[in-house]
């Protein structure tokens, strides 16, 4: 195994946990009745949910989604090239 391979795993092992621990960190969406009367409050907090910690931790899930599948990528070709 090759140093780049070796960081790449231990990079996708920790990205792995840490993805898990954001998602189980996020609030549910709720449709129920609640939604339904708590409208007015649904509108404003959806437009600054952006600039929110529940926007943070969703653009962060996003974005280590895509690392994490690239890096599965990258290290399965290495693998196929030493095999």
Do not use: C, P
């Not at 449709?31 to 949910?49: E, F, H, P, V």
């Amino acid at each position: 195994m090759t140093v780049i391979q070796v960081i790449l795993t231990v990079i996708y092992v920790l990205l792995g946990v840490v993805i898990s621990i954001v998602i189980l960190m996020q609030e549910g969406k709720s449709n129920g009745l609640g939604s339904a009367i708590g409208g007015m409050a649904d509108s404003y907090w959806s437009k600054n949910k952006g600039r929110s910690m529940e926007g943070a931790l969703e653009h962060f899930t996003r974005y280590g989604a895509i690392v994490f599948m690239l890096i599965t990528v990258i290290l399965n070709v290495l693998l196929e090239r030493m095999g």
